[in-house]
């Protein structure tokens, strides 16, 4: 390295001491390689300093990486965040779970913004049937309009037809997330109709409505991905192809095949909903699997492969019901193999001749952990 490049190295750890407000204490300093000496005795945070302005020249080399590049650097703080080397230290158990609550978590708050909303929701699906209400103000001028279309007496399954076809022009689709701020969100029929577009168990519920309001015994029917109406004379509003959970009586019966459902569903849930917001919930588990002494090159891939299976996966799931399995694979391979990247142990840093860190240097290197 030339003088003035150890120049350079010199002067990045003299601002970064500033901004740490950390007092000098004269000693050797850097010398024409770039290799941090021991400037400043008994003070960690000052050698942390060097040893970041050193790494940020490339002067302390990783085996498989190289710290050119912004990346390096920023991967560099975020294993030296207090925090995570707290958190990595922590024994397995208490890691593990710990990390499982805070990827938890974050799920839960990226796809349910609103905590209210979903407390409702929840007590809603205990018996969804209590939201029908073919007596509701706000729907009488669609049952007079329904039933004045209805004068020649049509076939039962005309009847739901036009029925069907009357929800789907008069109440637009909209996705949840757009319409309530959460994820998923079942609304009564004053909700749906005061918000003027709903998705499918909005529909489904006004739809019911609807049906009993005419006459018919209606209930609510979902596979996880979709929401539909069952009746004594068949089903309406797209109905899907296996009736995992049914409305009944005064609550829910969950079918055997409901748990076989629950794979298309996920797969469809993640294609349509945020991409900002799925992001951030990847983040937070790249974070949860970073570990002190990573390498860059092995955490920037595990972060890309991460990236690329939740594109793959939004992708295969478009279609709620045709999902293109393939596509869906290879997306939990992908984060199986980044997986596999963040957990293998990285090769502790050395100096550019191949010999070990300097004690002080050595000294803030956080411990690699298992996991």
């Known amino acids: 390295m030339s003088e003035a490049g150890s120049v350079s190295a010199w002067t990045r750890g003299r601002v970064l001491l500033k901004a740490a407000r950390v007092r000098e204490r004269p000693a050797q300093g850097v010398d024409a390689y770039g290799s941090v000496q021991n400037r400043f005795r008994h003070n960690a945070t000052a050698v942390r300093c060097l040893t970041v302005a050193a ?6 080399h990783y085996p498989e990486a190289s710290t050119r590049f912004p990346f390096g650097c920023i991967h560099l703080e975020l294993t030296r965040m207090k925090f995570l080397r707290w958190l990595n230290s922590l024994r397995r158990p208490a890691r593990w779970s710990l990390k499982t609550a805070i990827v938890g978590a974050t799920v839960l708050l990226v796809c349910f913004p609103y905590p209210g909303l979903l407390r409702v929701h929840v007590q809603r699906w205990r018996n969804p049937n209590a939201l029908i209400e073919p007596d509701a103000a706000a729907l009488s001028p669609w049952l007079k309009e329904l039933r004045a279309a209805s004068a020649d007496q049509p ?5 739901l037809a036009r029925v069907e076809r009357f929800v789907y022009q008069h109440l637009p ?5 757009k319409t309530w701020g959460n994820a998923d969100y079942i609304p009564t029929v004053s909700e749906a109709l005061a918000a003027g577009r709903e998705d499918c168990d909005g529909r489904a519920v006004v739809a019911a409505s609807l049906l009993a309001g005419l006459g018919y ?7 996880f991905a979709h929401v539909w109406v069952a009746t004594n004379v068949g089903e309406t509003m797209s109905p899907g192809a296996t009736q995992a959970v049914v409305a009944e009586g005064g609550g829910i019966s969950v079918q055997p095949s409901a748990w076989a459902q629950m794979p298309k569903a996920l797969g469809y849930g993640v294609s349509p909903f945020f991409l900002h917001r799925e992001l951030i919930v990847v983040l937070v588990g790249w974070l949860m699997w970073l570990r002190p002494g ?3 090159w092995r955490s920037g891939v595990a972060l890309a ?3 690329a299976g939740l594109l793959l996966l939004r992708r295969g799931g478009r279609n709620w019901q045709a999902p293109i399995v393939w596509l869906q694979i290879l997306g939990v391979l992908a984060y199986a193999v980044a997986a596999a990247l963040m957990w293998k142990r990285a090769r502790p840093p050395v100096m550019p001749d191949g010999s070990a860190l300097p004690p002080q240097v050595a000294a803030v290197q956080t ?5």
């Open 294 to 296: 990573a390498t860059r």
């Open 367 to 371: 411990p690699q952990t298992p996991g």
């Open 155 to 159: 076939a039962p399954a005309v009847m």
């Open 55 to 60: 790494l940020s020249c490339n002067r302390i």
């Open 305 to 307: 492969l991460m990236i």
């Open 217 to 223: 015994e209606s209930r609510i029917v979902t596979d």
């Open 173 to 177: 689709y909209e996705f949840d997330w």
